[in-house]
């Protein structure tokens, strides 16, 4: 089992940076964030596996969002920049255990944080 804790959400004006974090535990192959907002449906933000911190992102962030992670300390992490009103989303953290194809699909990933919740004003 892995455990995934979200942390690093709040309030910000359009421009404005977050950084998001991933608290795991236990052994992954890739970790993803993945995004909600009220009344659409979840969206993959980005995705990273674990060994070669090889990344990926969804066209709407390339360029403002960064994906990266921390072995040592088994953290994921998406530093936001530039953000938007339509960034507001409650943002997850996904993890995948063994190998396969790591998409910016729901279905690839088999653990799920609970989220934190990132508001940006215009």
């Known amino acids: 089992q892995v455990q995934l804790v979200e942390s690093g959400g709040g309030s910000v004006q359009a421009g404005g940076s977050l950084r998001l974090s991933c608290a795991a535990s236990?052994?992954?192959?890739?970790l993803a964030w993945f995004r909600q907002a009220p009344g659409k449906e979840r969206e993959g933000v980005a995705r990273?596996?674990?060994?070669?911190?090889?990344?990926f992102y969804t066209d709407s962030v390339k360029g403002r969002f960064t994906i990266s992670r921390d072995n040592a300390r088994n953290t994921l992490y998406l530093q936001m920049n530039s953000l938007k009103p339509e960034d507001t989303a409650m943002y997850y953290c996904?993890?995948?255990?063994?190998?396969?194809?790591?998409?910016?699909?729901?279905?690839?990933?088999?653990?799920w944080g609970q989220g934190t919740q990132v508001t940006v004003s215009s």
């Open positions: 236990g052994s992954t192959y890739c």
């Open positions: 996904a993890a995948r255990r063994s190998g396969g194809a790591c998409s910016l699909l729901g279905v690839a990933y088999d653990h």
């Open positions: 990273i596996y674990t060994g070669s911190g090889s990344s």
